[in-house]
């Protein structure tokens, strides 16, 4: 249905609301016991779409302080996620010539888990982490950081001081910045005239037609597709000139953008544009579609967790993530369907979740209190989950995976 919105992208107020997941904590904020004596903060959490330029946007934002100030995602508790970061800094150093005289920038540098890998073959980069404490972390690695959110303004000091980079990186971070005009600004300011950007985020066309509607949080702003992302780089004077589909995180998109001129526009590009016109991006069925099946997942996994405690059985659930919250908090589970949360992160253990306030504990205790099944929240990591719990499976218990449609395994 049509819906105000100025679009973050466009500025077109030309929208269609998508789907509606009512009062929502913020996904992240993990309490303490001590907090329960407060009052928890929810806002709305809606998702549209802009018809002009067909960018999906969250339509209530929250302060990105708020957001941001103290944050419990630290990304190498993920064997996997070490794994890619390691792969693909490889693949840049190979594929672009990067050498001691070479600086990468990574903007939402985490606990430097990717910009280790630069500093291992001596080639000069910076961090950039708006979280405090995880910019610790990361300077304890040795990793110059700077504790700062990225704009036009940190690029521009940047550029002022000569530190222009020859590639800049951004894992899982353009989609969270509320004001996506300014970071492209920024991302242009930044780089040198034959440097590249190499940015990964989930991809708005897997986010679709997996039924992903559970990375839809606060932080999470944009949800990304080609069609909506060219004409918002061609603003700023950038060109995307290569993509690549990856398998992280239920499906996202490597994008490569440079100076306008600077670099070859591949097949890739032109390829996608193409593939994303034929499955209907460009059209509201396609959105309208989506927001249904969301529905359907919903009814059926209420409906089995309610079967599965008429018949006695225990239920368990593992990753206490931003998704989890999401999906959690609209589909009305929680402590009357859950015994308990599991997560392999000991900043997250000893927390409870928000909204759902459940106790969250290390993995060890599925095997110790063998519940006889467990909701996979975090189900973009199941092949690395399932290996590691291979004694809890052994001993008969099962895991709920719901997402893109329910299955027990």
Request: with cysteine; proline share 5%; net charge neutral.
């Amino acid at each position: 249905m049509s819906f105000s919105l100025k679009c973050r992208s466009c500025g077109s107020t030309d929208a269609a609301l998508i789907l509606d997941l009512g009062l929502q904590p913020l996904a992240n904020n993990l309490l303490t016991p001590a907090d329960l004596a407060k009052p928890e903060p929810k806002f709305p959490l809606r998702l549209a779409v802009c018809k002009s330029c067909w960018l999906l946007q969250i339509t209530d934002l929250v302060p990105p302080v708020e957001l941001f100030s103290e944050y419990l995602y630290f990304s190498s508790f993920s064997d996997l996620t070490l794994r890619h970061a390691r792969d693909a800094a490889e693949g840049y150093m190979a594929g672009f010539g990067l050498n001691s005289q070479s600086l990468v920038v990574e903007i939402a540098s985490n606990d430097g888990y990717l910009l280790q890998n630069f500093v291992k073959a001596k080639i000069p980069c910076l961090g950039i982490e708006p979280a405090a404490n995880i910019a610790k972390v990361t300077r304890e690695k040795g990793i110059e950081t700077l504790e700062e959110f990225f704009g036009r303004g940190i690029a521009t000091k940047l550029a002022d001081e000569k530190r222009q980079a020859d590639l800049i990186l951004g894992n899982n971070v353009f989609a969270h910045a509320p004001d996506t005009n300014d970071f492209v600004a920024g991302l242009k300011k930044l780089l040198k005239p034959a440097g590249r950007i190499a940015l990964e985020f989930p991809y708005g066309v897997e986010f679709i037609e997996h039924n992903e509607f559970d990375t839809i949080y606060h932080e999470h702003v944009f949800y990304f597709t080609l069609t909506a992302l060219q004409p918002l780089f061609a603003r700023h004077g950038l060109t995307i000139f290569r993509v690549e589909r990856l398998p992280i995180h239920g499906g996202s998109l490597r994008l490569f953008a440079g100076h306008t001129g600077a670099h070859a526009v591949e097949n890739s590009v032109t390829k996608l544009l193409a593939d994303e016109k034929q499955k209907g991006v460009d059209s509201l069925a396609c959105y309208e579609g989506f927001a249904s099946s969301v529905h359907n997942i919903k009814h059926e996994l209420v409906d089995l967790l309610a079967k599965l405690k008429r018949e006695g059985k225990r239920v368990a659930a593992y990753g206490a993530s931003a998704k989890g919250s999401t999906l959690l908090n609209f589909f009305g589970v929680g402590a009357g369907d859950l015994d308990f949360i599991v997560d392999r992160s000991t900043y997250k253990q000893g927390r409870l979740t928000p909204g759902t306030h459940l106790p969250i504990l290390p993995p060890e205790e599925l095997l110790k209190r063998q519940p006889d099944y467990t909701l996979l929240l975090t189900w973009n990591f199941a092949e690395e989950i399932l290996a590691q719990q291979k004694a809890y499976r052994a001993a008969g218990g099962k895991f709920i995976i719901p997402i893109p449609k329910i299955k027990i395994v």
